[in-house]
């Protein structure tokens, strides 16, 4: 998977885009994909703008598909929680 794939993806699964920047800097309050050196660094962005839970990859598969597989659980487990209040 490369980051246009990826895009298409999280489209596809429905998450808006304010939830995350791919390769276009820093967005608050999201999860960001950044480039630089050879190296793929994903992390979230607080609206304080600060960094947190960071994993480094050192291609752009892997780190394409930890954001994808991150935000298909993340729904997942909010579908689960909707349906289980029904």
């Known amino acids: ?16 885009p304010d939830y ?12 960001v994909l950044d480039h630089y050196h050879g190296i793929w660094k994903v992390f979230y962005f607080s609206e304080r703008g600060q960094e947190s839970d960071e994993h480094i990859f050192s291609n752009e598969r892997d780190a394409c598909l ?16 909707i ?3 029904m």
């Open 66 to 81: 930890y954001i994808y597989n991150k935000f298909k659980r993340m729904k997942e487990t909010m579908e689960k929680s």
């Open 1 to 16: 998977m490369n980051v246009n794939e990826l895009i298409i993806a999280l489209n596809d699964l429905g998450i808006p």
């Open 20 to 31: 995350f920047s791919i390769l276009e800097g820093l967005k608050p309050d999201s999860i």
């Open 83 to 85: 349906n289980d209040e």
